[in-house]
């Protein structure tokens, strides 16, 4: 029997509105009989469900404005109050498919952040048509960042593929123009030598042409990389696909099949997770449909179950101990 786990779901995630929350929560109680969901939003009762309980908040987070000012003076409106549920350990883990800078804020204000934590990274394992697709991170959350934080990346990076794709020793790459120690930014060199020194399983410099070998679990980059890297492979999936019609029709619809994630990345498999705060976050995109939510609803529960924040705090206590 799996782990019991209880999830609190921001109702008012979300462009498709409330309906669309409530359909993909019970999409995923569905799916999964040891799952309870908190749904926050106008605290109605969903008789159908008894594993579904409504948690009355004071709203949605209003259009404009910064989101930091609206739940600092707002504090119960869904998304915060969904967080702090997390907190006072009414739930186990949060989602919000709503403005991505508000779930992160109420994630770092309710459950706070790791002390080696800087920066959170976004990540997710690249939907790319191989066994084991590698995680990605940053994706673009930071721009620029220290050697300092690609390290803390890479134990963040460990902690997921533990918790969720179960690996015992994810291997880790910094990603680079060569393999050579000489190559790389001064900030990439000297992550290379924090992450040498750790405990993890670090596999050196990475270039991005042999990602599809499957040589690394975790890819490490500063979020400016990360961030073009992924709108390449968008837009080269495109091209390719435009062409697929050149193909036998059986040969173009696999082909099809295997573009479609890569021509959008939040259609990765394994949703984005707020990693690096002390307990688990999932955000989604606001176009989210019913299956989207239950989809991170499910990956929610997962990494509950995967222990991730005790992958995270065992992880970034194998890194090297050298002053920030």
């Known amino acids: 029997m799996a782990e019991g786990?209880?999830?609190?779901?921001?109702?008012?995630?979300?462009?498709?509105?409330?309906?669309?929350?409530?359909?993909?929560?019970?999409?995923?109680?569905?799916?999964?009989?040891?799952?309870e969901v908190w749904l926050v939003a106008d605290g109605?009762?969903?008789?159908?469900?008894?594993?579904?309980?409504?948690?009355?908040?004071?709203?949605?987070?209003?259009?404009g404005g910064h989101p930091?000012?609206?739940?600092?003076?707002?504090?119960?409106?869904?998304?915060?109050?969904?967080?702090?549920?997390?907190?006072?350990?009414?739930a186990d883990a949060f989602v919000s498919a709503g403005h991505t800078g508000a779930t992160m804020i109420a994630a770092r204000w309710a459950l706070g952040t790791f002390p080696e934590v800087?920066?959170?990274?976004a990540g997710t394992t690249l939907p790319l048509p191989m066994p084991n697709p590698?995680?990605?991170?940053?994706?673009?959350?930071?721009?620029?960042?220290?050697?300092v934080d690609l390290a803390v990346f890479a134990a963040l990076g460990v902690a997921y593929m533990q918790a969720v794709r179960g690996l015992a020793r994810p291997r880790v790459a910094l990603l680079c123009?060569?393999?050579?120690?000489?190559?790389?930014?001064p900030e990439i060199a000297e992550a290379r030598a924090r992450l040498q020194d750790?405990?993890?399983?670090?596999?050196?410099?990475?270039?991005?042409?042999?990602?599809?070998?499957?040589?690394?679990?975790?890819?490490?980059?500063?979020?400016?990389?990360?961030?073009?890297m992924i709108k390449w492979m968008e837009g080269l999936a495109g091209l390719i696909g435009s062409l697929s019609d050149q193909l036998p029709a059986a040969a173009a619809s696999q082909m099809r099949h295997h573009l479609a994630p890569m021509?959008?990345?939040?259609?990765?498999?394994?949703?984005?997770?707020?990693?690096?705060?002390?307990?688990v976050a999932v955000p989604g995109h606001g176009r989210s449909t019913a299956q989207d939510i239950a989809r991170l609803v499910g990956h929610a529960a997962q990494a509950v179950r995967g222990h991730l924040v005790d992958h995270i705090s065992e992880s970034l206590g194998q890194l090297s101990t050298r002053e920030a």
Do not use: C, W
Not at 177 to 185: A, Q, Y
């Open 263 to 279: 021509q959008d990345a939040t259609q990765s498999p394994d949703p984005l997770l707020l990693l690096g705060v002390r307990g």
């Open 177 to 185: 123009n060569g393999v050579e120690e000489g190559k790389g930014t």
């Open 44 to 63: 109605q009762e969903v008789a159908s469900e008894p594993r579904l309980h409504a948690v009355a908040s004071t709203g949605a987070l209003p259009d």
């Open 134 to 147: 590698p995680l990605l991170l940053d994706m673009g959350a930071n721009a620029r960042v220290r050697a």
């Open 5 to 35: 786990v209880r999830v609190a779901v921001d109702g008012y995630g979300g462009d498709r509105g409330l309906a669309t929350v409530t359909a993909g929560a019970l999409l995923a109680l569905a799916e999964d009989p040891d799952l």
């Open 68 to 90: 930091a000012h609206l739940l600092r003076t707002e504090p119960d409106l869904s998304v915060g109050l969904a967080a702090q549920l997390v907190h006072r350990q009414d």
């Open 198 to 228: 750790s405990g993890l399983n670090f596999v050196g410099y990475l270039e991005p042409v042999d990602i599809p070998t499957g040589s690394a679990d975790v890819l490490v980059t500063e979020g400016f990389v990360g961030n073009l």
């Open 118 to 121: 800087n920066r959170i990274p």
